[in-house]
């Protein structure tokens, strides 16, 4: 990724989570408004203009998995706030909506957006055009996930390091190297007892819209280049300190979200959310 240009791919993922806001019904997996407002008036035309092309089998089950990771990661945050919990970190930012939607349960978390400078002015740009205003609670922190000590970035931000931390990690490892991932690892596992993490682990497919996807967006300047063995996953994270580990399997996804709701999307075909507890 070019240090001075925002990335794509998140604003690729943007642009499906707003198409399940405007062409997926009235059920919802997410209630995502903001997300409109961000995206702007033409972008939204084009999903309207184009919905055929986003019911294809792909793109279906690509939206399925970006609502679906917001979904449950913004579960288990509720979760951990009820446990406690007043931080938020959401590693790897992008396009987020959760802090200028956010319910009032999550008033007095600190909630810090971490993203790539570029990534980061680019967002904050779109809230301005689209009139979001900024929560007292949201704070950002800039950082490139690839060269930067996290524990130092954050020692510049309002964490409290003395205190639990719930950390979401959504549609980003699969764009870094094994080592920043480890990284990540060791700093998220690093944290008081009772901190979370909850990310995507993605698991190599050879499907052929797998394939094209992955040309795609490596010819956009982010390649797909990490991909997870899950028992060395598993490894790697109790390494770093994680005391639980625990998967959404398809199976528990569809009782958990699908079942009886009536949703257009279907349910995931791969275990590709986790959540790890320090």
């Given amino acids: 990724m070019d240090k001075d240009i925002p990335s794509s791919t998140a604003v690729g993922a943007a642009m499906l989570r707003a198409a399940h806001q405007l062409i997926d019904g009235d059920n919802k997996l997410l209630d995502d ?54 931080q938020f970190i959401i590693l790897g930012a992008g396009m987020d909506t959760f802090a200028y939607r956010q319910p009032e349960w999550a008033d007095n978390i600190q909630i810090i957006e971490a993203d790539h400078p570029a990534s980061q002015a680019n967002k904050l740009e779109h809230l301005t055009d689209a009139g979001i205003a900024i929560p007292a609670n949201v704070s950002y922190v800039k950082v490139d996930l690839e060269q930067d000590d996290l524990a130092e970035a954050f020692k510049q931000s309002k964490l409290n390091f003395s205190e639990p931390v719930f950390v979401a990690c959504l549609g980003v490892l699969i764009y870094l190297t094994k080592e920043t991932i480890a990284k990540i690892f060791n700093f998220a596992g690093s944290l008081p007892a009772g901190s979370e993490l909850v990310f995507t682990a993605s698991q190599k497919r050879t499907d052929r819209w797998s394939a094209m996807t992955a040309e795609r967006v490596a010819q956009s300047g982010e390649p797909w280049i990490s991909y997870f063995n899950f028992y060395e996953m598993e490894e790697q994270l109790k390494a770093a300190g994680f005391k639980e580990i625990i998967y959404l399997t398809p199976a528990e996804a569809k009782r958990m979200y699908f079942t009886g709701a009536k949703l257009q999307l279907p349910p995931p075909q791969k275990c590709s959310l986790v959540r790890a507890v320090v």
């Fill in 33 to 86: 408004p903001v997300i409109l407002q961000l995206i702007g008036e033409d972008a939204a035309d084009h999903i309207r203009e184009r919905r055929n092309d986003f019911y294809m089998p792909y793109a279906l089950g690509m939206r399925t998995h970006i609502v679906l990771r917001s979904r449950y990661a913004e579960d288990h945050l509720h979760q951990a706030y009820e446990n406690g919990v007043r």
